[in-house]
């Protein structure tokens, strides 16, 4: 919680101070609200989402609501909006297999790292599997956070086939009756075969020749990028079984409403936001601390 709200400091800067400073000494009305509106929408809101927000605040009317009425009928309507994605069932099957996917650099491999921490601190089993082959240095990366998290991994030779090392990780995980396993998977490949193909044939091979496991998709997406990220986003939700977003770098964005924009467009939920670059800066999402942590109490 803590680290949310740390994580989340230049958001909530940029919305609570401003909201504060527009409403201090002026009533709601249609200058102060174009003027809400522009702040809405520099937090990476959307205008859908601006706009259903600046309507409530019209029909409340202007002369009695001051900052702290207008926070919180802000809050009430970005829960409302949130609300409208539901949240994922937990995954039928045993062991849940987490599938991470996502473009060079959004921060798959940390995400990795931190979720195997979080996981293990809840008292499972983790294993890793090392599914960006083509780079030597990803899997060394993976390692390092495996040892920091202290679960194990599974790799094999640079270059071997992705889908490969994830059959491997699953079936050591079911002779070992290990939990979770967290594959982590390239953002870019070097040979002609297409990302998309190539992190198609790793899902295609575990529920085609694992019976049993609760296979899920999760989408790793850079909250600095915002809404920008939304083409990304929609190439990997369309080739790919994804159920869960993570969306990374909270911390060093004042574009967290972001995350809102990116979950209706997409309709799937966020599952994890990452709030920083050590082993425990991962929050599961939820709602009313992510708007409180945003917008202010
Ligand atoms: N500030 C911040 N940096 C992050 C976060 N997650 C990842 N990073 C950084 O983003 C960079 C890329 O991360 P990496 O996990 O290698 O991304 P990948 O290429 O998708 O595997 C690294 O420098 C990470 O430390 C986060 O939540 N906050
Ligand atoms: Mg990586």
Redesign the pocket.
């Known amino acids: 919680m803590q680290r949310l709200f740390r994580?989340l400091r230049k958001t909530k800067e940029r919305l609570f101070g401003s909201i504060q400073a527009i409403l201090s000494s002026r009533s709601l009305n249609a200058e102060t609200l174009e003027e809400l509106e522009g702040l809405l929408l520099s937090a990476d809101l959307g205008p859908e989402a601006a706009e259903r927000i600046i309507e409530r605040l019209r029909e409340r009317g202007a002369s009695a609501a001051g900052a702290g009425e207008c926070r919180s009928i802000i809050a009430g309507e970005l829960l409302s909006i949130i609300g409208e994605t539901p949240a994922p069932e937990p995954p039928m099957g045993y062991p849940r297999v987490i599938v991470v996917v996502?473009?060079?650099?959004?921060?798959?491999?940390?995400?990795i790292g931190k979720l195997a921490y979080l996981f293990k601190n809840e008292g499972k089993s983790v294993i890793l599997a090392a599914c960006?082959t083509f780079r030597a240095a990803?899997v060394e990366?993976l390692e390092l956070w495996a040892q920091r998290a202290g679960v194990s991994i599974v790799r094999q030779r640079s270059g071997a086939d992705p889908a490969a090392v994830a059959f491997d990780a699953v079936q050591s995980a079911k002779a070992k009756n290990t939990d979770i396993v967290i594959a982590?998977t390239a953002?870019r490949i070097h040979t002609k075969v297409n990302l998309m193909e190539e992190l198609r044939k790793i899902f295609n091979v575990l529920s085609a020749r694992m019976e049993g496991i609760g296979l899920e998709g999760w989408l790793?997406l850079d909250a600095n990028t915002g809404q920008n990220s939304l083409r990304q986003a929609e190439a990997f939700t369309s080739a790919l079984p994804i159920s869960g977003l993570v969306l990374?770098?909270?911390?060093?964005t004042a574009k967290g409403g972001a995350i809102i924009t990116i979950q209706r467009n997409l309709r799937v939920p966020v599952v994890y936001v990452?709030?920083?670059?050590g082993l425990e800066?991962?929050e599961r999402f939820d709602p009313e601390s992510f708007v409180s942590a945003m917008i202010g109490e």
């Open positions: 994580g996502g473009v060079n650099g959004v921060g798959k491999t940390s995400t960006d990803a990366q982590d953002g790793v990374t770098k909270l911390d060093s990452g709030v920083g670059e800066d991962i």
